[in-house]
């Protein structure tokens, strides 16, 4: 459980964001500047706010009610930002090994051989970081303050300055983070499908404040909280059930209550829920049976609003059995259907648009 209520007044800046979760991932989102990173340092003990507190697992780390205030070092909280910031004089084994230092010995429960394992850097630890890319620095630093054995795990952007090759090779590590060491951590990110892929509690800041909070379907329905791209940047997040297998074609099926979505690879296991992305700009809409098409997977709904600019309209559609999807389609398109607020329409989405990285076991 984190539980934090933080105010800080700055010349040019003021932040007041207050949030609670019990378990998993919590991420920050929001644009540049919104204090994301402002939070998390508070929360660390880098810097001091005005007043509030912050409390992890049921120990107070800072309240200004009750004048305490842990010195970083003992908040026993890891941190991993942009720069891996290891040692470059030291190999991966004694970089890891560093983070070791923090832990007090009765509650070293986090072991060298099992976070080597997990993050699969056996065979770097003789080497030095100038000889590690750029996603294996990041896996060592994960590694080094996974070892400290942390009450809290805070991320800020860690994959800002991966390419996106890298920044999926490493995203499942911290999955397997999440799912087996079962530390609670706040991750901060200005990417959709980072903070959907790994959190269950999503905290959208806007100039030092909440502006919403909640589960990410829930929260990314609402087009304002998304990319800063309006126009190609949008996209919905659907909550749907994992089906069967077409193992002869590498499918697999997702119901959600609209339709059955098809994705090429697999999804999680038989019955769990997983969370799907999907981009404005794969979507395209129908009036009616559209025919036949190479398109195999389709939702239908309840057009609910659109919203013009230029040449294009983007069209929310209000899904059968909950949720909400956005397609984007030129004016034109949306005249020749008829398509307004109130018209049934069959959303149509490509397998081949629904790729594996989009696609998050909850």
Same mark, same amino acid.
């Not at 502006?211 to 998304?226: I, K, L, N, R």
């Not at 069209?315 to 607020?341: C, F, N, Q, S």
């Given at each position: 459980?984190?539980?934090a209520?933080?105010?800080?007044?700055?010349?040019?800046?003021e932040?007041?964001v207050?949030?609670?979760?019990?378990?998993?991932?919590?991420?920050?989102?929001?644009?540049?500047?919104s204090?994301?990173s402002?939070?998390?340092g508070?929360i &660390?003990? @880098?810097?001091?706010p005005d #007043?509030g507190? +912050?409390?992890? %697992?049921?120990?107070? *780390?800072?309240?200004s $009610? /009750?004048?305490?205030?842990l010195?970083?070092h003992?908040?026993?909280?890891?941190?991993?930002?942009?720069d891996a910031?290891?040692?470059?004089?030291?190999?991966?084994r004694?970089?890891?090994?560093?983070?070791?230092w923090?832990?007090?010995?009765?509650e070293?429960t986090?072991?060298m051989d099992?976070v080597?394992?997990?993050?699969?850097?056996?065979h770097l630890?003789?080497?030095?970081? &100038?000889g @590690?890319?750029?996603?294996? #620095?990041q896996? +060592?630093?994960? %590694?080094?303050a996974l *070892?400290?054995?942390? $009450? /809290?795990?805070?991320?800020d952007?860690?994959?800002a300055?991966?390419?996106r090759?890298?920044?999926?090779?490493?995203?499942?590590?911290?999955?397997?983070?999440?799912?087996?060491f079962?530390?609670?951590?706040?991750?901060?990110s200005?990417?959709?499908?980072?903070?959907?892929?790994?959190?269950?509690y999503?905290?959208?800041?806007?100039?030092?404040k909440?502006a919403?909070?909640?589960?990410?379907?829930t929260?990314?329905?609402?087009?304002?909280?998304?990319?800063?791209?309006?126009r190609f940047g949008?996209?919905?997040?659907l909550?749907?059930?994992?089906?069967?297998?077409?193992v002869g074609y590498g499918?697999?099926?997702?119901?959600?209550?609209?339709?059955?979505?098809?994705?090429?690879?697999p999804a999680?296991h038989?019955?769990?829920?997983?969370?799907?992305?999907?981009?404005a700009?794969?979507?395209?809409?129908?009036?009616g049976?559209?025919?036949?098409?190479s398109?195999?997977?389709?939702?239908?709904?309840?057009?609910?609003?659109i919203?013009?600019?230029?040449?294009?309209?983007?069209?929310?559609?209000?899904?059968?059995?909950g949720?909400?999807?956005?397609?984007l389609a030129t004016?034109r398109?949306?005249d020749d259907?008829?398509?307004?607020?109130?018209?049934?329409?069959?959303?149509?989405i490509k397998?081949v648009?629904?790729?594996?990285?989009m696609?998050h076991?909850d």
């Amino acid at each position: 459980m984190i539980d934090a209520d933080l105010h800080r007044r700055l010349p040019t800046f003021e932040l007041d964001v207050a949030f609670r979760n019990g378990e998993g991932v919590t991420a920050l989102f929001g644009r540049s500047g919104s204090g994301k990173s402002m939070t998390i340092g508070l929360i &660390a003990g @880098l810097a001091k706010p005005d #007043r509030g507190h +912050v409390r992890v %697992g049921g120990v107070t *780390l800072f309240d200004s $009610r /009750l004048h305490v205030d842990l010195a970083p070092h003992k908040r026993r909280i890891g941190l991993v930002f942009q720069d891996a910031h290891l040692f470059p004089h030291l190999s991966v084994r004694r970089n890891l090994l560093f983070g070791r230092w923090f832990a007090p010995r009765a509650e070293r429960t986090v072991t060298m051989d099992a976070v080597v394992e997990t993050l699969g850097i056996g065979h770097l630890l003789t080497r030095r970081p &100038a000889g @590690l890319s750029g996603g294996e #620095r990041q896996r +060592v630093a994960i %590694g080094r303050a996974l *070892l400290a054995c942390p $009450r /809290l795990l805070l991320f800020d952007e860690p994959f800002a300055a991966l390419d996106r090759q890298r920044k999926m090779e490493v995203l499942p590590l911290i999955e397997r983070l999440r799912d087996e060491f079962r530390i609670p951590m706040v991750y901060v990110s200005h990417s959709l499908e980072e903070v959907v892929r790994l959190a269950g509690y999503v905290v959208v800041l806007e100039a030092g404040k909440v502006a919403a909070a909640g589960d990410p379907s829930t929260v990314f329905a609402q087009a304002e909280y998304q990319a800063d791209d309006r126009r190609f940047g949008r996209a919905s997040v659907l909550s749907a059930v994992v089906g069967e297998e077409d193992v002869g074609y590498g499918l697999t099926a997702l119901h959600h209550p609209a339709g059955t979505l098809w994705l090429a690879g697999p999804a999680g296991h038989r019955g769990g829920t997983a969370r799907i992305v999907i981009q404005a700009t794969d979507v395209a809409l129908a009036i009616g049976n559209p025919g036949q098409t190479s398109v195999r997977s389709s939702l239908s709904g309840t057009v609910s609003g659109i919203e013009t600019d230029g040449a294009l309209a983007a069209v929310d559609i209000a899904l059968t059995g909950g949720g909400t999807l956005t397609a984007l389609a030129t004016r034109r398109a949306v005249d020749d259907l008829e398509i307004k607020p109130g018209s049934a329409v069959l959303a149509l989405i490509k397998t081949v648009a629904l790729d594996e990285g989009m696609v998050h076991p909850d």
